[in-house]
């Protein structure tokens, strides 16, 4: 499944020492452009949890207090179950965490949250990962960092991409346990005592950057838990992606107001032209794809690439569609991008000699065929692929590639030990 489709129209809603402890994970996606707008864009705080910054608790649904009890929740994981709080009693200390799969503080926080689940779940530590954000919630903006949204079936996608052993749970549906949570952002970490009382909430160390990290937050407070002291520390501001509340829905369909007020052009290229877009002097990861109006494979897959146009444009990204068909179909060629709303930079051979014009590209493909290409900024070809696509597969390529933001350094390392695993299995 892809997020694509959901974006065609309008109406797409895209104690003791022997205490155990139990952590619920909730996953969330977040994306964002560069610097302080990308953040805005993104629906985050600007990240300056050094300096002990974080988002501000909504004041519609306000963080669970300190001394709360554990709200109860039965939700459906990706495993295809219906998971329940009662599925843990036999644990002394729970823990509850936040997450999501478009947030990019989310995805660089993954390894740690891994890392928390294999050093304490020898100890009687349990973890489960919660997804409260709502998909049709997300505008295509805020997915510049991502391959997938946050539907529960992107989170079972998300989830056996990475190797996740986690239980990943979602509440996306209703919101309703994360209502009563108050979760600020992903990620957001909470922690119970025996009787259930909530003595740690907050975020799970002080930076997104883990070499930088200098409070373990989250980790000392579950030592303190299970050593039966007091936790040190028991509120935390959290910081990452803000959650995405149904309620706050209405930004989706202003930007999908402004798509389709967008203009929709076409430019007509000879062999030096392809020469140049080939040789990418763009300074930015290129994607371009040939196709024409004939072809049915190059119309079913057209949305998603407008879609991952629409996701990275803010980024150091660009996207060029080039028609093969001849000059005589230009009206066909301009028809169907008004259709699709292809804002992007749009091309078409200006010659009904098609071999020519192709062989100027440099690549031999079937002529009628969809061909696609990401071409990097100094030429060098980082993917190519003749006829239908795996969308996902060429947005792991493209974020493995863009530089990383300044709001989200070490995105793209992440992406690229993700597509680098995702190889050797």
Known sequence: ????????????????????????????????????????AQGQAPAQPGRG???????????????????????????????????????????????????????????????LYKEYRGKGVNFVAINPNNPKSIRLNELGYTDVND??????????????ELAYLYDGE???????????????????????KLQYQGRIDDNQREELVKSQDARNAIDAMLAGRPVPVTDTHAF??????????????????????????????????????????TGKVLLVNFWSTGCSTCVSQFVDLETTYRMYRLRSFDFVTV?????????????????QYASSPNRQFASADASSLQA??????????????????????????EGKLDILELRRVILANMPDTKSYIGQQAYWQAAVADKTKK
């Open 360 to 385: 100027a590209w440099g690549e031999k493909w079937t002529l009628g065929s969809p061909f696609t290409m990401v071409v990097a900024p100094d030429g060098k070809v980082l993917y190519q692929k």
């Open 1 to 40: 499944m892809n997020i694509s489709a959901n974006r065609r129209a309008p109406a797409r809603r895209f104690g003791p020492a022997s205490a155990c402890v139990v952590v619920i994970t909730a996953l969330l996606v977040f994306d964002g452009q560069q610097g302080w707008a990308q953040g805005q």
């Open 151 to 164: 539907s529960l079936a992107e989170m079972k996608i998300r989830s056996a991409f990475r190797h996740r």
């Open 240 to 281: 990452g992606c803000t959650t995405k509340w149904m309620s706050k829905a209405t930004g989706v369909e202003q930007e999908w107001a402004k798509i389709q007020a967008e203009p929709v052009t076409v430019e007509m290229v000879g062999a030096d032209d392809l020469k140049k877009l080939r040789a990418n002097a």
């Open 53 to 115: 910054r974080g988002i501000q608790p909504n004041l519609e649904h306000p963080i669970l207090a300190i001394g709360s009890p554990a709200p109860d929740f039965a939700l459906p994981g990706v495993d295809g179950k219906i998971h329940k709080l009662s599925e843990y009693s036999g644990s002394k200390v729970l823990a509850v965490v936040f997450e999501c799969n478009h947030c990019p503080v989310s995805q660089l926080y993954e390894s740690r949250i891994e890392k």
């Open 174 to 196: 209703t919101q309703g346990v994360s209502i009563k949570f108050g979760v600020v952002a992903t990620p957001h970490i909470y922690l119970f005592d025996q009787e259930r």
């Open 323 to 339: 028609a093969t068909n001849p000059p005589s179909d230009a009206p066909a060629v301009m028809d169907f991008l008004k259709k």
